[in-house]
């Protein structure tokens, strides 16, 4: 399992996407590369002022950016929020 498909809102933009992410990537490096594809998608529109937070859609809590993704719950299908 190399990449995992998930679905990110990005609330400054009101959108969704659908961004496949690296399995082996810290949260911090993961923020990054959801940043650049979101940037990709929208034509460099999405220019957070500092590194976005990322969220867990469903029940709000906060992703620890020194945490492996490995080591979270987040999964093929997991919603998150971007803010």
């Known amino acids: 399992m190399d990449k995992i498909l998930v679905k ?9 996407y659908d961004v496949w992410i690296p399995y ?21 529109k999405y220019n957070p002022v500092r590194i976005p937070i990322l969220y867990d859609k469903q029940t709000g809590e906060e992703y620890d950016i020194n945490a492996s993704l490995k080591d979270t719950k987040i999964r093929n299908g997991t919603e998150m929020i971007l803010i």
């Open 8 to 16: 990110v809102y990005i609330p400054m933009l009101g959108e969704n």
């Open 24 to 44: 082996n990537k810290k949260i911090y490096e993961v923020i990054g590369l959801l940043v650049n594809a979101v940037n990709d998608l929208n034509n460099q």
